[in-house]
């Protein structure tokens, strides 16, 4: 019966060890809604305690105002691009972390721990031991523009994560686009034909990164184009200043067509919704077989010619 209850306790998160006053100057500056959970979850490891205690030492770190707008943002929430926290800060909230819930984390798993929902969730995984959702890859902008076809200024993706359904990634509306000066003069708005653009290499960098299963070769990057988008809807206006948030999640694939569900949201309210987004793509196996045949063509019109 002991054996059991150990072997349950640790499954879902077995409680803190170390001392009660510890983990109080540990948490001396945050909330007391925040020591009281962790205190309780020492005690029972209740695991659903967990986001009170990720969220109370985040907002530890954050102006008040800017900890306002972590409560009410949602997971969505990125540490940097909307709380404007930095590496050495992102580090310290993290180490707190880890000495309150018993949790250890590694430098590289930092990476894909871009937003509230990503801490959350990863935590509760070491906890549990049970993945809340599928695994997700990070790719920064030097890493998405090194393979995609669209470059600066035409590449509206400054970060993504990529997993196997679906992608999620981000682009700061800077002001500097030059398209800005005239659209509109005297009042900046990002073109909504743009934010769907932008969705589309979203899509893109999906089928590159972590093609379909239904695709049997790797896609060839040259060679995939925008076919189609069906039922858009435009809910805001999006101007400088402004983070798209984006999510594409996969519908269905039948080689030579991927079709893709798509929409953007600003601090948690929807700009663009889009039931499908159409990409034509080729397969490197495809492409190289077009090349072969169009070269075999052309040798054989030149000797036909020679032959005259």
Do not use: W
């Amino acid at each position: 019966m002991s054996d059991q209850t150990t072997t349950k306790r640790e499954v879902a998160g077995a409680p803190v060890p170390g001392s009660e006053e510890l983990l109080r100057d540990t948490l001396k500056r945050c909330s007391a809604e925040t020591l009281e959970a962790a205190l309780a979850y020492r005690k029972t490891g209740d695991v659903s305690l967990v986001s009170v205690v990720v969220l109370g030492i985040v907002a530890r770190f954050l102006d008040p105002d800017v900890a306002d707008k972590l409560r009410s943002g949602g997971d969505s929430i990125e540490f940097m691009t909307d709380l404007g926290m930095d590496s050495l800060t992102m580090i310290e909230a993290i180490m707190m972390v880890e000495e309150s819930l018993g949790v250890s984390i590694k430098n590289d798993e930092l990476l894909n721990l871009r937003s509230v929902g990503d801490l959350k969730s990863f935590i509760n995984e070491k906890l549990t031991g049970v993945a809340s959702e599928e695994p997700k890859t990070f790719y920064s902008v030097d890493q998405i523009a090194s393979i995609m076809p669209q470059q600066s200024p035409f590449l509206f993706l400054s970060q993504a994560t990529v997993s196997e359904h679906g992608a999620n990634g981000s682009y700061l509306i800077t002001g500097q686009e030059a398209f800005l000066e005239g659209h509109f003069k005297g009042n900046p708005v990002f073109p909504a034909s743009l934010m769907l653009e932008a969705l589309g290499q979203l899509a893109v960098f999906k089928l590159i990164k972590n093609p379909p299963k239904e695709v049997e070769s790797t896609i060839d990057s040259s060679e995939i184009y925008f076919t189609g988008v069906d039922s858009v809807r435009c809910h805001r206006i999006c101007k400088p200043g402004d983070t798209l948030e984006m999510k594409v999640q996969v519908k269905r694939v039948r080689d030579p067509l991927a079709i893709f569900s798509g929409q953007i949201t600003v601090n948690g309210e929807k700009a663009v919704v889009t039931e499908e987004i159409t990409l034509a793509f080729k397969t490197e196996d495809a492409s190289a077989s077009s090349e072969e045949s169009a070269n075999g063509l052309n040798g054989g019109t030149h000797s036909s010619n020679g032959s005259h």
